[in-house]
């Protein structure tokens, strides 16, 4: 998974670093979607 | 349309025609035609990548699903960031360092020609007819809401595009695109402000979202194990998932746009800023269509949104009926926004009964209206959701904004032909045109059947777009027949990346099993369109690694 790039990862520095983020990012997206659908206003 | 707007459209169209000629000089082989000479960057393509997704019918068609439906539809992006790190990690790669011109060329070189023929074949077929469409829609609603002749939108929208993509390739196509998403981009966030900005004093961002949610247009999370039932939690997260990794995976019109990239980290960064950017995006979208449906509220909608209708519909009921149709509406309108702002006083305290009474009341003497219109059509069916943000557009923006926002309309359009011209005729180039029949011709041979390859295309779907109205159920047919293959597609290059073992005539009659499979799952069952990609995908999967493993040697042969 982790191949030698050829260029340098910007900011995260490894693959698997910014694969995470994106994951992260993602749950964090659906979880506030959810909390935006759900919320008293 | 005010002057002003015009101008604004004008100089977008010419603008936008100049700077694509100009960014797209310098083409000296096929490389620099179809692949902008492999030297593009990450930020460039992912703007592009992002560009050709986004066609026009996407925005103006989900803003007006937000106003009708709510923002559900969201869901089928839910997949997307994670179909970008599968594909960064597998596919990508495997494209990149063939040096393959298409996405279909790879398959020939793991498995055989007559799997890259198809496959390529299938794209041609399904994203020759879906272009004509890519035009035609957008034209359709634009026609009425800026008062020209189908036939002049389809034209100018069309003939400005083929006119820098035939020049300049794939470079016109990245560095307009960069520019087009910037219009797109400016264009979401200026008509979500004025949607804010043109809520009533006293009534405010909350109590928007309050109402909204009251009829049910925030619900996204719909967490049913349904198959059948659209756009739920499920569907969006696995089919959204298959759905992407086909599109972004196997379609040349998307494959090609990373594959101009500099290296192989700049493609990969290219699919990644769009597995940052996309789930927030539509969002931004879908809730700027809910902010419509709210401002309605206090400001009276058109009794149909599509105006050439509307028109007809004036000419063609009797007078009594048309008066009574708008006598009720407009008392129904009234008792909404009474009962909206009552129910905004009371939030928290009060309960939402009056408000969802008079919602329905409302919709129900739009539903006499629909039906009225129906019958004056010789019961042809009715549907003005893709009118009525542009509609909105034109009659609340002012100064020059109405123009514009049209104009990210046009960008939009033109964003999503551009890319789909260019890989039109890459395939058509590559696949067939030099795998074929001359293999071995000069730079300069080569580089002009690539313009004319495109200025073909481009004609083509100008000539579609101009039948579609004759066209209607064709158009479909074609359109469902594409569904079918798409997920089968995927599975094929599954087995050729993951499956060292696969064989060629396990891929060739695996994809044909499952594009039999997703037909007979259409036509026998429910099952919500989201889920013909999984199905497809696994069932080329699963026979295609069959066929190796019990028929071998045999069926290797055959």
């Not at chain 2, 930020?43 to 026009?56: E, K, R």
């Not at chain 2, 940052?276 to 401002?295: E, N, R």
């Not at chain 2, 939030?347 to 009056?354: L, Q």
């Amino acid at each position: 998974m982790d191949e030698p790039p050829d260029d340098p990862v910007p900011i995260f520095g490894t693959w698997p670093r910014i694969y995470a983020a994106v994951i992260v990012w993602t749950l964090a997206n659906l979880a506030l979607i959810a909390l935006f659908s759900a919320w008293a206003y | 349309m005010t002057p002003l707007d015009w101008t604004v459209l004008v100089v977008y169209l010419v603008g936008i025609v100049a700077f694509g000629v100009w960014a797209g000089r310098g083409n000296k082989a096929m490389d620099d035609f179809f692949l902008a000479g492999r030297k593009m960057r990450w930020w460039a393509v992912g703007l592009s990548v992002m560009a050709t997704q986004i066609s026009a019918i996407t925005f103006v068609g989900t803003t007006g699903q937000a106003y009708t439906d709510g923002m559900r539809f969201l869901v089928v992006y839910f997949g997307l960031p994670f179909a970008m790190v599968i594909l960064c990690v597998t596919l990508v790669p495997f494209f990149y360092r063939a040096r393959v011109f298409t996405a279909y060329e790879y398959l020939e070189r793991r498995f055989d020609a007559r799997t890259r023929t198809l496959t390529s074949l299938l794209f041609l077929l399904s994203r020759g007819m879906a272009v004509g469409v890519t035009l035609y829609a957008p034209s359709l609603v634009l026609s009425v809401i800026m008062g020209w002749r189908e036939s002049t939108t389809i034209l100018v929208m069309g003939g400005s595009t083929i006119a820098y993509v035939f020049y300049g390739g794939n470079k016109s196509v990245i560095w307009t695109d960069v520019v087009q998403m910037g219009i797109i981009w400016f264009g979401i966030f200026l008509c979500f402000g004025v949607a804010i900005a043109q809520l009533p004093a006293g009534f405010g961002f909350s109590d928007a979202l309050a109402l909204a949610q009251t009829t049910g247009r925030l619900r996204v999370m719909d967490p049913s194990p349904s198959l059948t039932a659209p756009y739920t939690l499920w569907s969006g997260l696995v089919g959204g998932l298959f759905l992407m990794l086909s599109y972004f995976g196997c379609d040349q019109s998307q494959v090609q746009r990373y594959l101009s990239g500099a290296s192989l980290t700049q493609s990969r960064l290219s699919l990644l800023f769009n597995a940052f950017l996309k789930v927030p995006m539509q969002f931004v979208i879908l809730l700027t269509g809910v902010l419509v449906f709210v401002f309605y509220h206090f400001h009276t909608p058109p009794l149909l949104w599509n105006a050439a209708q509307m028109r007809r519909l004036e000419e063609r009921a009797g007078p009594e009926e048309l008066a009574g149709l708008r006598a009720r509406f407009a008392a129904a309108h009234a008792e909404r926004r009474q009962a909206a702002e009552a129910y905004a006083r009371s939030r928290g305290t009060g309960d939402a009964t009056s408000y969802l009474t008079a919602e329905s009341a409302l919709q129900a003497v739009r539903g006499d209206a629909v039906r009225t219109i129906e019958r004056l059509n010789g019961g042809a069916r009715y549907n003005d959701t893709n009118h009525i943000f542009p509609t909105y557009i034109v009659t609340y923006l002012r100064g020059g904004l109405a123009g514009l926002v049209i104009a990210v309309i046009f960008a939009a359009a033109m964003s999503t032909l551009a890319g789909e011209f260019n890989s039109l005729a890459t395939a058509t180039m590559i696949d067939f045109y030099k795998r074929y029949l001359r293999p071995s011709e000069s730079a300069a041979h080569d580089l002009l059947f690539s313009r004319l390859f495109t200025l073909a295309w481009g004609a083509f779907a100008c000539l579609i777009a101009l039948q579609a109205g004759r066209l209607g159920s064709a158009i479909e047919v074609v359109n469902r027949f594409g569904s079918y293959f798409y997920g089968s597609i995927l599975g094929v290059f599954a087995l050729a990346v993951l499956t060292p073992r696969a064989s060629a005539a396990g891929a060739f009659y695996g994809l044909m099993a499952g594009m039999a499979a997703v037909a007979l799952v259409s036509r026998l069952t429910a099952v919500h369109f989201l889920w013909y990609n999984v199905v497809g995908a696994v069932v080329v999967f699963a026979v295609g690694l069959a066929l190796t493993a019990l028929a071998g040697d045999r069926v290797r042969q055959a």
